[in-house]
């Protein structure tokens, strides 16, 4: 069973008076423990599609469904705690406090959910990126690819059932973008989360399982691994 459906989905938006469509009809299925990569050239809509799969953004046509429902129906509180159960974002700055440790950072999201095994969890999370050892360093003290990894650990954190990553290797050399996408590809699997990552880098998707081909705003096709 899918935990992320799009069923003809478009989003509109309005740009100086004028309707700009990010999105036209797009349809998509993703499965717990599938790697999806979305390419296409800057304004294709790969940003928009990642909105809508984090229910930070709702269709202006069609469903977008996560694990049985459907966003648009969500008042403001469900929305918020869908995003906050079912949902990890990983970013291509990082986005870290650099007044917290690493294990505050990666305990943060079940810290705010008044979670009592947060630090238990993040030891865990740190544990499955390969950072043990390194909880009570501050993000200053971290290599970019340490602090991608803490990023990871904290969109895992809560185990969610869809993690969003938007260029994570983007501010990374070649080297540690590999590694970062070889763990993001092992902890989807090991975790059956479904990850979604928005990417210029033909090498980086040509490590997902499926790749979707955006162009203007429509799926122009959908690549699946070893076809």
Do not use: W
């Not at 202006?60 to 509180?77: K, N, S, W």
């Amino acid at each position: 069973m899918p935990i992320l459906t799009l069923r003809d989905v478009s989003k509109d938006y309005e740009t100086d008076g004028q309707r700009v469509r990010a999105l036209a009809g797009v349809s998509l299925q993703v499965q717990p423990g599938e790697f999806v990569a979305l390419v296409g050239r800057s304004g294709c809509g790969k940003s928009t599609l990642l909105h809508l799969a984090g229910a930070m953004d709702f269709p202006t046509q069609g469903e977008v469904i996560i694990d049985g429902v459907a966003t648009a129906e969500l008042d403001d509180a469900k929305q918020t705690e869908l995003r906050r159960t079912k949902v990890g974002f990983v970013f291509q700055s990082f986005q870290l406090l650099h007044t917290l440790s690493v294990i505050e950072n990666a305990e943060l999201p079940l810290l705010l959910a008044g979670d009592v095994r947060a630090r238990i969890a993040a030891r865990e999370r740190l544990r499955a990126v390969e950072l043990e050892g390194l909880e009570e360093r501050f993000p200053h003290q971290l290599s970019g690819g340490q602090m991608q990894r803490v990023a990871i650990a904290r969109a895992l954190v809560h185990s969610p059932k869809i993690l969003l990553a938007d260029e994570p290797t983007g501010n990374l050399d070649t080297v540690t973008g590999g590694v970062i996408l070889e763990l993001l590809r092992r902890l989807t699997r090991e975790q059956q989360t479904a990850t979604i990552m928005a990417t210029h880098s033909t090498e980086a998707a040509a490590l997902a399982d499926t790749v979707v081909k955006l162009k203007d705003g429509r799926i122009e096709e959908i690549v699946r691994a070893g076809r």
